[in-house]
């Protein structure tokens, strides 16, 4: 019996893909190119000079009380951006939640993170 190794994911979520300055936060959030709506989430989008996709996530216990919520969209946000990164260009993307998600379930939330990236995969 061969043991063949299974071919690894090259679509990784890396250190370098995350803004982690307030100052590149500040950027994004004081001269977007874009900004892209849905019910409940909101995107700031801006070209940045680095070779890759960045993105950002300001998500305040105000709109989302509970940190198992706030960890919950955190976690999907960075999932499909692991899963498009590949078809973005450089751009820097905060995501930011407008109103509570109280009575949203997963498949909405989730179908709100997808209807922005492919906004932003358009242009």
């Known amino acids: 019996m061969s043991t063949t190794v299974p071919a690894t994911s090259t679509a990784r979520f890396t250190k370098a893909q995350r803004l982690l300055t307030p100052a590149a936060f500040r950027e994004v959030f004081d001269a977007p190119e ?10 700031f989008v801006r070209t940045n000079t680095h070779e890759q996709p960045r993105v950002g996530m300001a998500i305040t216990k105000r709109k989302v009380p509970t940190a198992v919520a706030r960890n919950l969209i955190k976690r999907q946000i960075r999932e499909q951006f692991r899963v498009k990164s590949s078809m973005l260009e450089n751009k820097d993307i905060v995501f930011i939640v407008k109103k509570s998600i109280k009575r949203l379930d997963n498949k909405e939330l989730k179908n709100e993170i997808i209807n922005i990236f492919k906004k932003i995969e358009k242009k």
């Open 34 to 43: 874009r900004k892209l709506h849905q019910s409940h989430l909101m995107a």
